[in-house]
Nanobody, 127 residues
Framework: QVQLVESGGGLAQAGGSLRLSCAAS????????MGWFRQAPGKEREFVAA????????NYVASVKGRFTISRDDAKNTVNLQMNSLKPEDTAVYYC????????????????????WGQGTQVTVSS
């Protein structure tokens, strides 16, 4: 069982930055692929970014490429999402997720591939 706790959300102005962190419990964090997803009001949950086991592969949704960076620190059991040049359309609840399966060497963009989820953290970007 893995427990994930997100932090770092809040209010930012357009063009600003926020850094989200996700802390994971357990001893096997390094073998998980980790992902960030988001859900805006009235919309479906969408993929944002993912990083594979050992960090060798990353994926991003097109709308955040060049603005967001996902990273992991296996010594601290954390995954981070650095969000720069924020836009109002980035407003959403952001969720951290872990994939502990054989797919962990990839960086899946599919929510169904992630077995464990955090409770989410709100990000609001004002124009």
């Amino acid at each position: 069982q893995v427990q994930l706790v997100e932090s770092g959300g809040g209010l930012a102005q357009a063009g600003g930055s926020l850094r989200l962190s996700c802390a994971a419990s357990g001893r096997s964090f390094s073998i998980y692929a980790m992902g960030w997803f988001r859900q805006a009001p009235g919309k479906e949950r969408e993929f944002v970014a993912a990083i594979s086991r050992r960090g060798g592969k990353t994926n991003y949704v097109a709308s955040v490429k060049g603005r967001f960076t996902i990273s992991r620190d296996d010594a601290k059991n954390t995954v981070n999402l650095q969000m720069n040049s924020l836009k109002p359309e980035d407003t959403a609840v952001y969720y951290c997720a872990a994939d502990a399966s054989y797919r962990a060497f990839t960086a899946s963009m599919l929510a169904a591939d992630y077995e464990y989820w955090g409770q989410g953290t709100q990000v609001t970007v004002s124009s």
